[in-house]
């Protein structure tokens, strides 16, 4: 499966924006997907996940509340609505998909999962 991001942006702080994790060469519906980012001179980071079928979600602690993962399985596309962003935000996201469930408390390691789409940046002013 081949994996695309886009949505990303400059918005000021307070703003909102909606990535989206759009999937090719597969169906989508059969894999784990996750958010991560990694803003320059900072670890890579997990933001958040969502499980096949969309039943099961986590959220790093810094962006709960204010980020919201989802998935449409019909458009082959994962998204993740941020809201509320925050110049700490500012960073490249990317997606990553997995065919296995990971174990709930490595999510967020994103050396577990298969695929990796190209990031897209964003950039929150304050």
């Known amino acids: 499966v081949q994996l695309q991001a886009s949505g990303g942006g400059l918005v000021q702080a307070g703003g909102s924006l909606r990535l989206s994790c759009a999937a090719s060469?597969?169906?989508?519906?059969?894999?784990?997907v996750a958010w991560f980012r990694q803003a320059p001179g900072k670890e890579r980071e997990g933001v958040s996940y969502?499980?096949?079928?969309?039943?099961?979600?986590y959220y790093a602690g810094s962006v709960r509340g204010r980020f919201t993962i989802s998935r449409d399985n019909a458009k082959n596309t994962v998204y993740l609505q941020m809201n509320n962003l925050k110049p700490e935000d500012t960073a490249v996201y990317f997606c990553?998909?997995?065919?296995?469930?990971?174990?709930?408390?490595?999510?967020?390691?994103?050396?577990?999962?298969?695929?990796r789409g190209q990031g897209t940046l964003v950039t929150v002013s304050s």
């Open positions: 969502i499980s096949s079928i969309g039943s099961t979600t």
């Open positions: 060469g597969s169906t989508l519906d059969s894999y784990y």
């Open positions: 990553a998909a997995k065919k296995n469930r990971p174990l709930s408390s490595l999510w967020m390691l994103a050396s577990g999962y298969d695929y």
